[in-house]
């Protein structure tokens, strides 16, 4: 009982869950057929790819630092992936996609993490950097043609479903498997958060890094092994990204930073370090997904979309400064 | 008996601070070891170099069975049997208290491990129920009242199986009655467990209760060491203070003047309760009390860094708004704060700027335009007046000693020719030459008409300048001393005195 | 020696940038010899940094105050769009009715400047909110802003408005005198006002300035307003030249204005940089930028190879000013 309590005071999504629950009634008065299978899977499609990397952006925020260069991993993973399985022609199991793009990607992460204990720099001006450096080293070095030609297994892997609904009109409403990989990735990083001394040890640098430092914690193979799970998650999401347009898309992903640092963020990661858990980020991605993917079925024009998502990203980053207002007045705690 | 702890000729120095000097002391098996010293002395410095947290410059640090020491290593530290619990605890505040306690159990090791959770929460309950506290191991920790941080601190200490635990000023945020809980526990925990314990704190009572042995530190020297029972209150004092009550003593305070700072009533939340005094064109005002005692919130408060919560400071006849540290700066007062790498000193900038940083305005045109070397040139004047030592005043202010840099952050207020000028802590880790000059400085300053307010837990230099102290004890004004017929020793019960009723 | 470790600091990176600079225009003039070491293509150049220039200005300051900007590039996509819309619909037939829509224009869109600048300030200064978060959230509100109001399609100015983007003066382009004359003005502004010296000790230590009875909370509201400001400038530029304004244009330019500051030697931690630096630093990434289109000509990306290095040259130059301090 006393554990409900606490986890219904500490969750920062009841921001979020408030305005989902707003945002739908609002949909369904002005247009009852939002609520049809077809519109809610697809909002949950449109969620997919952002929902993947916002999980490795969690990680890297809970840790105190901040990164915008996964967009560029993930484009860079998938990309370089889909032309190594094409060049010899691979036709096997669609997993080994996933891993070679999982471990370019980590190696990225792994030169981000390197730069970022080496210069010691603010995580955001070192990740711009690599966000253009990857971007460019893609475009120029591999390629930019928009590949139309998948390898053989992820085909089959772009056209699965895990649940398919005969609409009245005769079409049919499927889910993208694509969802089943974000709800794994998304149990999965929850364990490692949870359960493992690896996770709280995230958690604990990025809650007070100076007495992780002094509990002896190894705060730079920490650190190093955040930004190698983010990047190779990013590359991941980069492969999944490539099954749902079903094309090998070099300029795709890249500009939807802003969209996934804001689902973290909404869903209640502090860009301080040490908060933010997987509930409230998959929130934070419904609700951005729902945003996103909805306003114009509501009535809302698409021009007026961004707008909204701008005043969202405001009043969810402005929330945990209200807890704070009252402390404000002594000198002491001025930065 | 044993030594557990071995400490050798440490050295270290800080910039242009030598903070330890060839200090050694060595703390028994199932004893009690209080290291004592008044800010600045050290005693930071050695807890950090012994927890492995900091390195020694020369010298070593070696437990019973293992080697010496002198490197950054804090988990090689606590592998060998040294638990340290740090003044600000360095808890995570986000984390439970399981998790809060369990990082200590397995410390460095990031293995996956599975039920790690469900160990790390019974040995969190083990560890909490072995001090006999009932805290929920599933409570987040920024929910716990400071007490009970504390606990969390000393179970996950605990959970190491230490040989010796290090304690930083533990008492300092306690009340009378959280206290007396945590020195019998620390007392059980030597004489069931043979553990040893090293405890830092300034609260001389305390340690004369509690101590087994005693190593006083002045300055980053031993001061003097041996049992606790050759100890008074008295010989504590006077060894750390080194009987620098000096023969300087202020000037006789000046009689039949108008009253410059008129206080009634002065509140504030949660600190300050109901304080009124007064004090003259020239006079020189001491607030005393221990660390909690409200003494640094009443100084904040009357230049208007704190807002009070009622009551009043006028001066001059001149009511302040409350909270308004612009208005007070107007008025003509300056505040010299506590801190002075965080709160005094712009680190990278030139000793010059950090001198000028206060009186900008005074030296610029009414659009804006900055007279630079006008600006200089009052910098450089009262850093003349303070006699600040360096090659060249274009020099970055970390280039400089505590003592010089101190001078810096006293020049950057006079050059505003304040009225009424507020000390915070003036010579906290400053040399003796630098401590002498600022006392001679305040001296001159009250005799040119200038009130000056020294809050300070330094007694002989409240004996040394001022004309009157109020002690403050759980932010009331206790009593309102004369210093012409005080000593050390009465100031001391004075202050404690009232520190262990409260 | 640590002595005048702040000058010392400044000069070392002043001379890594001249020194660049050199570097690239010899390499480039060796490399190209027809088309590099022309006053065409200097004039060019010119033309070309001045937008960035511009924006990086906003982000200079901001920094030095400890902050950021990102919400630069919407900013002056707005301003942009709005000085169109007034001019269009003030733009008369006759030279006066003309000469009075180009004042307005320009007066509504520096005010929006302010009021977007002073938006952000609010939020950072007043609500405390991180400076990263804040402008993030602005940036996606001000694009939204625009595009509500343009549908996301293209907003044509007026003629007569063009000599801000290509006009010249004794031979160079106006967008180019106004940054290197906003930069110098801005430089002054910091080096010798009050305002500037309790600017930078704001950015050193904000609590160290509040102790010492400075108003650390207006020098960063000024700074985020300054930044709306030159932001909407850097827009009206935009407007002149291409005599269009469109909400997402130029998006990547985020990135660069805040590489140009931290390369041109502004703290990402506060207080230090100078205007003065951004300036050297848009000449070395544009005299980079011009030199690599041009080697690179027959290849197909040559914008992304550029990309590329301008991410490597940031990393490079933050290694040697890490290693330096």
Redesign the interface.
């Known amino acids: 009982m006393k554990r409900t309590l606490a986890f219904i005071q500490d969750a920062p999504s009841s921001f979020v869950l408030v305005s989902i629950g707003a945002l739908y009634v609002a949909f369904i008065a002005r247009n009852p057929a939002f609520i049809k299978l077809p519109h809610q899977f697809a909002i949950l499609r449109s969620g997919i790819v952002i929902g993947i990397m916002a999980l490795g952006l969690l990680l890297v925020l809970i840790s105190g630092g901040i990164d915008v260069s996964f967009t560029a991993v993930a484009v860079l993973s998938m990309y370089s992936t889909v032309q190594i399985l094409n060049g010899v022609n691979y036709g096997g199991p669609i997993v080994v996609a996933f891993l070679i793009a999982a471990a370019i990607g980590g190696l990225l992460g792994l030169l981000n993490g390197a730069l970022i204990s080496l210069l010691r720099l603010p995580t955001l001006i070192v990740t711009l950097g690599t966000l253009t450096m990857f971007r460019g080293f893609m475009l120029f070095f591999i390629g930019t043609d928009r590949i139309r030609e998948l390898p053989a297994q992820m085909k089959p892997f772009a056209r699965s479903t895990i649940l398919s609904v005969a609409t009245p009109n005769g079409g049919k409403a499927s889910l993208h498997v694509g969802f089943l990989l974000l709800v794994g990735l998304a149990l999965a990083v929850a364990a490692v958060l949870r359960w493992t001394p690896f996770g709280r040890a995230i958690y604990a640098i990025g809650g007070n890094r100076q007495a992780a430092e002094r509990a002896g914690l190894p705060i730079r193979r920490v650190e190093l092994g955040v930004y190698v799970l983010a990047g190779a998650i990013a590359g991941v999401a980069g492969v999944v990204d490539a099954a749902l347009i079903r094309a090998a898309d070099p300029f795709t992903i890249v500009g939807t930073e802003l969209d996934v640092l804001a689902a973290v963020v909404i869903g209640g990661a502090a860009i301080t370090g040490g908060r933010g858990g997987v509930l409230g980020t998959f929130l934070g991605v419904i609700l951005i997904a729902l945003v996103d993917s909805s306003l114009v079925l509501a009535g809302i024009p698409t021009e007026w979309q961004r707008l909204f998502v701008g005043l969202f990203i405001l009043a969810g980053v402005m929330l945990p400064a209200l807890r704070t207002w009252n402390t404000r007045t002594d000198p002491r705690t001025i930065e | 008996m044993s030594a557990v702890l071995t400490v050798t000729e440490v050295s270290r120095s800080f910039g242009g601070v030598q903070a330890l000097q060839a200090v050694s002391l060595a703390v028994d098996q199932g004893a009690v070891h209080c290291l004592v010293g008044e800010n600045g002395s050290g005693k930071s410095t050695l807890t950090k170099i012994i927890?492995g947290?900091l390195s020694a410059d020369a010298g070593t640090v070696a437990m019973a069975g293992h080697e010496p020491r002198s490197g950054v290593?804090?988990?090689?530290a606590?592998r060998e049997g040294i638990s340290?619990i740090?003044q600000d605890l360095?808890?995570?505040?986000?984390?439970t208290v399981a998790?809060n306690i369990?990082?200590?159990e397995?410390?460095?090791?990031?293995?996956?491990?599975w039920q790690?959770?469900s160990s790390a929460k019974s040995a969190a309950a083990d560890a909490l129920e072995e001090l006999g506290s009932a805290i929920?191991p599933?409570?987040?920790v920024e929910r716990l009242p400071t007490a009970e941080r504390q606990l969390v601190a000393i179970a996950r200490a605990m959970t190491h199986r230490p040989r010796m635990i290090l304690m930083d000023e533990p008492t300092a945020a306690l009340t009378h009655q959280e206290i007396d809980r945590l020195l019998a526990l620390v007392g059980r925990l030597r004489d069931e467990h043979s553990m040893s314990f090293m405890f830092i704190s300034h609260k001389l009572n305390e340690v004369l209760e509690l101590a087994d042995s005693v190593t006083v530190l002045r300055n980053g020297v031993v001061a003097s060491e041996g049992p606790a029972a050759d100890y008074t209150i008295e010989r504590l004092s006077n060894d750390m203070t080194g009987r620098k009550i000096s023969s300087a003593r202020p000037t006789k305070a000046p009689s039949g003047r108008e009253p410059r700072l008129t206080v009634t009533g002065l509140c504030v939340k949660g600190a300050v309760g109901d304080v009124s005094f007064e004090a003259a064109e020239g006079e020189v005002i001491g607030i005393g009390g221990l660390l909690g005692s409200g003494r640094t919130e009443l100084a904040?408060c009357l230049c208007g860094?704190?807002?009070s919560s009622a009551g009043s400071v006028e001066i001059d006849g001149v009511a302040l708004r409350p909270?308004h540290?612009?208005d007070a700066?107007e008025c003509g007062i300056a505040?010299v704060?506590e801190d002075r790498l965080?709160?005094?000193?712009?680190?990278?900038?030139?000793i010059r700027?950090n001198a000028?940083?206060?009186v900008?305005?005074a030296?610029?045109s009414r659009l804006?335009?900055?007279d630079?070397s006008a600006?200089h040139a009052t910098a450089e004047k009262w850093l003349g007046q303070l006699r600040v030592k360096s090659?060249?005043s274009?020099?970055?202010v970390?280039?400089l000693s505590g003592g010089n840099q101190q001078r810096v952050v006293l020049s950057?207020w006079l050059a505003n020719r304040p009225r009424l000028l507020i000390l915070n802590g003036p010579t906290v880790g400053v040399d003796v030459g630098s401590r002498h000059d600022i006392h001679e400085t305040i001296r001159r300053l009250a005799k040119d008409g200038t009130t000056v307010i020294v809050a300070s837990d330094d007694l002989p230099e409240l004996l040394a300048v001022t004309h009157r102290v109020l002690v403050l004890s759980s932010g009331r004004l206790r009593h309102d001393l004369h210093t012409s017929d005080l000593t050390v020793q009465a100031l001391w019960e004075a202050i404690s005195a009232d520190g262990a009723r409260s | 020696m640590i002595r005048n470790a702040l000058r010392d600091r400044v000069d070392a990176h002043v001379i890594l940038l001249v020194g660049l600079l050199i570097f690239e225009i010899s390499v480039f003039s060796i490399l190209e010899p027809a088309t590099y070491p022309t006053r065409a293509n200097f004039t060019s150049m010119t033309l070309q940094a001045s937008e960035i220039g511009l924006l990086a200005l906003g982000v200079v300051l901001t920094m030095i105050v400890a902050g950021i900007d990102l919400s630069i590039v919407a900013t002056a996509n707005v301003a942009g769009i709005i000085a169109a819309r007034t001019m269009t619909s003030l733009g008369g037939s006759s030279a006066g009715a003309t000469a009075t829509a180009i004042i307005v224009g320009v007066v509504v869109a520096l005010a929006w400047g302010a009021v977007a600048g002073a938006l952000n300030g609010t939020l950072v200064v007043g609500a405390r909110v991180s400076p990263i978060l804040v402008t993030l959230g602005t940036l996606t509100l001000f694009t939204g802003i625009g595009t509500a109001a343009t549908e996301g399609k293209v907003v044509f100015g007026i003629d007569a408005f063009t000599w801000l983007g290509d006009g010249k003066v004794v031979g160079l382009a106006v967008p180019f005198l106004l940054l290197v004359a906003l930069a110098v003005l801005l430089s002054l502004l910091l080096a010798r006002t009050r305002f500037g010296f309790e600017a930078y000790l704001v950015g050193e230590n904000a609590r160290a300035a509040w102790f010492s009875g400075i108003s650390v909370r207006r020098r960063q509201f000024a700074m985020y307003v300054a930044s709306g400001m030159l932001s909407a400038v850097a827009g009206l530029v935009v407007l002149g030249r291409t005599n269009a304004a469109q909400v997402d244009f130029g998006q990547s330019f985020v990135l660069l204005a805040v590489l140009v500051a931290v390369l041109g030697g502004v703290n990402p931690y506060g207080g230090r940089g100078s205007p003065l630096g951004a300036l050297l630093a848009v000449a070395v990434l544009q005299a980079m930028s011009t030199g690599l289109n041009q080697v690179l000509v027959e290849h197909s990306g040559s914008n992304f190879f550029k990309n590329f290095a301008w991410g490597i040259l940031l990393i490079v130059v933050l290694a040697i000013s890490a290693r330096s301090r």
Do not use: C, M
């Open positions: 927890a947290v290593n804090p988990a090689l606590i340290t740090y360095a808890l995570f505040p986000n984390l998790e369990a990082p200590g397995r410390s460095a090791s990031l293995k996956p491990h790690w959770r929920s599933t409570t987040v904040l860094l704190l807002k909270g540290f612009q700066i505040y704060p965080t709160e005094g000193l712009f680190l990278d900038r030139s700027d000028a940083a206060a900008a305005s030296h610029s804006g335009v900055l630079r600006l090659a060249d274009n020099d970055a970390n280039t950057k």
